[in-house]
Antibody, heavy 112, light 106 residues
C-alpha cells in the first residue's frame, strides 16, 4: 500500500533553516506529482508547494516563495522541502501528499 | 490572491442532509476536491473532480459545481461524519484551500 513518511521536523529559531524529507513507497514514485501542505496549530490547511513528476514544473504559495525550495529524487523515491528564513508563522504540521494519500505529517516549530 | 470561502460551521441532526458550500471567483470545472479531517488525523479525500468519489467513500457523499460555487452534500449524515471539511481548487499554477467548515452531527 502507499506509504508517505515525513521526517526532519523539529524546533528551530526564527531565521533558521530546516530540510524536510518524505520517503515514499507502494507506488511508482516517478509517475506522480507531489505536494507539500501544512496546517498551523488549530488552523486550516494551506497548500504551499507542488512539483511535477519529472521535477520540471514547480509552484509555490506566495507565503513561502523565495524562502522554501521543493525538490525530489526519483531514484531514491524521496521528496524534499528546504525551508530557509523561517518565521513564527511557519509553525505547522507539514504533510507530504500524493493524492489521495497523505503522510502523517511532521511538526515544525519556529520559536526563540 | 485567489480565495475560496466556506461557512465556518454547519450543524445537522443524524439522518438529515448536510450541505457545505465553497465559493470563489472561478471554480474551474473538474478541478475541485473535498477533504474530511477528523481531530488528530491527516485529511482524507472524499470528493475529487467536483463529484467523483474515491473508492471506500460512502455513497452518501456527493459533490456538484455550478461554476462559482461548489457544494459537498452528505445525504443522511451520520455521527461519524462529524469533522472539518475543506474544499480545494487546483489550476495550472494556482492551488488553494477553503478556510474549512466544521460539521456537527448531533
Amino acid at each position: 500500500q502507499v506509504q508517505l513518511v515525513e521526517s526532519g521536523g523539529g524546533l528551530v529559531k526564527p531565521g533558521g533553516s530546516l530540510r524536510l524529507s518524505c520517503a515514499a513507497s507502494g507506488f511508482i514514485f516517478s509517475d506522480y506529482y507531489l505536494t507539500w501542505i501544512r496546517q498551523a496549530p488549530g488552523k486550516g490547511l494551506e497548500w504551499i508547494s507542488y512539483i511535477s513528476s519529472s521535477g520540471g514544473a514547480i509552484y509555490y504559495a506566495d507565503s513561502v516563495k523565495g524562502r522554501f525550495t521543493i525538490s525530489r529524487d526519483n531514484a531514491k523515491n524521496s521528496l524534499y522541502l528546504q525551508m530557509n528564513s523561517l518565521r513564527a508563522d511557519d509553525t505547522a504540521v507539514y504533510y507530504c501528499v500524493r493524492d489521495p494519500d497523505w503522510g502523517q505529517g511532521t511538526l515544525v516549530t519556529v520559536s526563540s | 490572491s485567489y480565495e475560496l470561502t466556506q461557512p465556518s460551521s454547519v450543524s445537522v441532526s443524524p439522518g438529515q442532509t448536510a450541505r457545505i458550500t465553497c465559493s470563489g471567483d472561478v471554480l474551474t470545472k473538474k478541478n475541485v476536491r473535498w477533504y474530511q479531517q477528523k481531530p488528530g488525523q491527516a485529511p482524507v479525500l472524499v470528493i475529487y473532480k467536483d463529484s467523483e468519489r474515491p473508492s471506500g467513500i460512502p455513497e452518501r457523499f456527493s459533490g456538484s459545481n455550478s461554476g462559482t460555487t461548489v457544494t459537498l452534500t452528505i445525504s443522511g449524515a451520520q455521527v461519524e461524519d462529524e469533522a472539518d471539511y475543506y474544499c480545494y481548487s487546483a489550476t495550472d499554477n494556482n492551488r488553494v484551500f477553503g478556510g474549512g467548515t466544521k460539521l456537527t452531527v448531533l
